[in-house]
């Protein structure tokens, strides 16, 4: 395997607007504050694209934290006579905590490790298609028909499957319009970021009418031994993302019968090797797994698309386009085609920002030389 001499690492701020205000059960955001993490080696450079957000509410992680840890402990525990991506990751292990900045290090290590071999994220993580189905998650509206709305707009686009987000309060009314309107061969199901408690078990329940492919995360991340309860009580597949940080935690959910789908999320679990080790482990207990998103920019959407071509990923992802998120992306966007998008077939990412347009984003660079 390919060693890299690091020169550096960039850690660069850039602010993207969303093109409109997405609202989940932990709040609503309207712009995109986000890390990117350029490494700069001998053999060329790597990107990669933090996911933290501005605040700690989907995770403990957010942004400003990401980039102090990652200056501070992450960045100087990198093997200083060349590394890889699977040497970064064993660096990086003895710090608690920290996935999303663990994640954004390593897999720019893994981008520039791969651009010096001409081999894409695909090929390297074990991707079995050239194009993978695409989800797209729908926030929470103020009305119903603003929501139907917005679906049909989705649906129009060519989206082959929808996810709602729920909350206390916008639950069942929503999932019923939703499903009156567009039929049952809709694929549809329901995000609720762990905004319920097992005393909502009968309320949730009356989920089971609408035939959806799964409810994800209803109850608090910590807590798998009630999902484990709240499953024996629904008909509804149980999904679980936040409770999911590592493989070893997908083996507790799935031994205790918490859960029987997985949202993969390769910054919430570490990176890309951890999140083909989720992949794998699934897989061999024939549970299937889908790629969650962020709301990411080119950047951390091609890595996504990459994972979510393996084989066990079995369910269409949260992938949208770029045009779903951001009126311009810093890459070249990704356009959905029936349905579908490419999986980048070039070295490493098989993409990278456009310089012009990351400049006019930027709204501080850091450097940190080794």
């Known amino acids: 395997m390919t060693k890299l001499k690091l020169s550096g690492v960039e850690l660069r701020r850039i602010a993207m607007p969303l093109v409109a205000p997405f609202r989940t059960s932990f709040g609503t955001e309207t712009s995109r ?30 942004v400003d934290g990401a980039q102090d840890v990652l200056r501070r402990f992450l960045i100087p525990a990198l093997p200083k006579d060349g590394v890889d ?6 660096a990086l292990e003895p710090f608690t905590g920290h996935r999303m900045a663990k994640s954004a290090l ?14 894409s994220f695909g090929s390297y993580l074990g991707a079995s298609r050239d194009r993978v189905p695409c989800g797209v998650s729908v ?44 039929g049952d061969e809709l694929l549809l199901q329901v995000d ?26 209803p109850l608090a991340n910590d807590d798998m031994v009630q999902h484990a309860q709240l499953a024996k009580l629904l008909s509804t597949p149980i999904c679980l993302d936040e409770s999911i940080e590592s493989a070893a935690h997908a083996a507790a959910a799935i031994s205790l019968g918490a859960c029987s789908v997985i949202n993969v999320k390769p910054a919430r679990v570490g990176g890309y090797l951890e999140a083909r080790r989720i992949h794998d482990l699934a897989r061999a207990h024939g549970i299937p797994v889908w790629c969650g998103g962020m709301l990411e920019t080119g950047i951390g959407r091609a890595a996504n ?22 009126a311009t992306d810093i890459t070249p966007p990704f356009v959905l085609t029936d349905g579908h998008l490419d999986v980048p077939a070039g070295p490493g990412l098989g993409t990278e ?18």
């Open 33 to 62: 504050d986000v890390l990117l993490v350029r490494v700069v080696t001998s053999d060329g450079e790597g990107w990669a694209e933090c996911a933290a957000m501005s605040e700690p509410r989907y995770c403990s992680e957010y």
């Open 85 to 90: 991506a699977a040497a970064a990751g064993r």
């Open 106 to 119: 390593e897999t720019a290590v893994l981008d520039a490790q791969l651009r010096a071999t001409g081999e």
């Open 139 to 182: 926030g929470i509206m103020d009305s119903v028909p603003q929501l139907l709305d917005a679906v049909e707009r989705y649906v129009a686009e060519g989206y082959v499957r929808i996810k709602l987000k729920i909350e206390p309060g916008w639950d069942i009314e929503p999932v019923r319009a939703v499903r009156e309107r567009f």
């Open 192 to 217: 609720a970021n762990a905004a319920y408690t097992l005393v909502d078990a009968q309320h949730l329940a009356g989920l089971d009418a609408f035939g959806l492919l799964l409810i994800e995360q």
């Open 305 to 326: 698309v990459a994972l979510a071509a393996l084989p066990g990923f079995t369910l269409p992802g949260d992938t949208s386009g770029s045009h779903r998120y951001f």
């Open 353 to 370: 920002p456009l310089p012009d347009i990351l400049d006019e984003v930027t709204t501080a660079t850091e450097w940190i030389a080794l």
